[in-house]
């Protein structure tokens, strides 16, 4: 159980385009999610935390009105990235919270890596 | 959020037990430690969790002094497949920081 997934896997677009990543809780109901990002042999970085039916909060540093969150059911929350350059061009991974876990028990999902040309 | 220290990488050899230590010196009342795998292009895969003494499950052990200061992650009789990262959080929101981690590198 407690299974996260993420689509696409990896995605190559073209500077300036918008690339739209799914994140999903498959056997359970996830009311916080969160988006991280991880540069080539680097640390996870939080970029927001997203809430079921609220506006996502965004860590200092990243910019909403790029990294554009959606949270609108229990399993399902997305991370649009617009007009993508290539120093976005990152891996991209999502976690969520099952209601009955302890503290800090998030599940990961497998990432996306984003290629921006 | 606790800051976390952890050295940046270690090797060990196949059999052998690795004990990742990390010092977490303002660690609060309210604070879990948990500690997270990460392979390469994979997401991190939650390990083990603990407030104090040890905890032990199926897969690792979780050594907890009494002043919770540190913690020492211990892999019994590590295999090639468990080189990767490993991460030590502590905290006591959702809100997860990751460190630098600890690169693990297991040799045959």
């Known amino acids: 159980g407690a299974v996260v997934s993420q689509h696409p896997s990896r995605v190559i677009c073209k500077s300036g385009t918008s690339v739209k990543i799914e994140c999903r809780s498959l056997?359970?109901?996830?009311?916080?999610m969160f988006w991280y990002r991880q540069f080539p042999k680097q640390s996870l970085m939080l970029m927001a935390t997203?809430?079921?039916?609220?506006?996502?909060?965004?860590e200092q540093g990243v910019e909403k009105d790029k990294f554009l969150i959606n949270h609108a059911s229990l399993t399902l929350s997305t991370l649009t990235v617009t007009s993508a350059h290539p120093e976005d061009s990152s891996f991209y991974i999502c976690?969520?919270?099952?209601?009955?876990?302890?503290?800090?028990?998030?599940?990961f999902g497998p990432g996306t890596r984003l290629t921006v040309l | 959020l606790a800051k976390t220290t952890q050295p940046i990488s270690m090797d060990s050899y196949e059999g052998q037990e690795v004990n990742i230590t990390c010092s977490h010196n303002n660690i609060a009342t309210n604070d879990y430690i948990t500690w997270y795998q990460q392979f390469p292009s994979q997401g991190p895969r939650f390990i083990i969790q603990?407030?104090?003494t040890k905890v032990t499950n199926e897969v690792a052990s979780l050594f907890i002094p009494a002043d919770r200061k540190s913690s020492t992650l211990s892999l019994p009789r590590v295999s090639l497949s468990d080189t990767a990262v490993y991460y030590c959080l502590v905290g006591d929101t959702d809100k997860l920081i990751f460190g630098t981690g600890t690169r693990l590198q297991v040799f045959p």
């Open positions: 976690s969520a919270r099952r209601a009955a876990s302890s503290y800090n028990e998030q599940f």
């Open positions: 997203s809430n079921e039916g609220s506006k996502a909060t965004y």
């Open positions: 603990g407030y104090k």
């Open positions: 056997d359970f109901q996830a009311t916080t």
